[in-house]
């Protein structure tokens, strides 16, 4: 059974930072695509940023330049590195897993991160 569990959420003031880890368990477990979203009160879940096992990365346009996303695929873990926070940024942030074959999603329960002073 694929677990996905994040850590690392809080509260932090504006332009601080913060490090969000998310940990992959499940015997042969091996996610092509591992990515974070996002959910903030009152809006849709977003796609924060992503990244394919081959190491390409994709971020949101609001987010660029300030977020980083990286993995250990040794490890299943993912990371996404969050400098010059925002009030903006305040939402649950979920961990996100895709496996080709066979073809699944998986997802954390999320962690909240928080911007405020």
């Known amino acids: 059974q694929v677990q996905l569990v994040e850590s690392g959420g809080g509260l932090v003031q504006p332009g601080g930072s913060l490090r969000l880890s998310c940990a992959a368990s499940?015997?042969?477990?091996?996610?092509?695509?591992m990515a974070w979203y996002r959910q903030a009160p009152g809006k849709q879940r977003e796609l924060v940023a992503t990244?394919?096992?081959?190491?390409?990365?994709k971020y949101a346009d609001s987010v660029k330049g300030r977020f980083t996303i990286s993995r250990d695929n040794a490890k299943n873990t993912v990371y996404l590195q969050m400098d010059s926070l925002k009030p903006e940024d305040t939402a649950v942030y979920y961990c996100?897993?895709?496996?080709?074959?066979?073809?699944?999603?998986?997802w954390g329960k999320g962690t909240l991160v928080t911007v405020s002073s």
């Open positions: 499940g015997s042969g477990f091996s996610p092509n695509t």
């Open positions: 990244m394919a096992s081959g190491g390409g990365s």
């Open positions: 996100y897993a895709y496996t080709v074959w066979p073809s699944a999603t998986y």
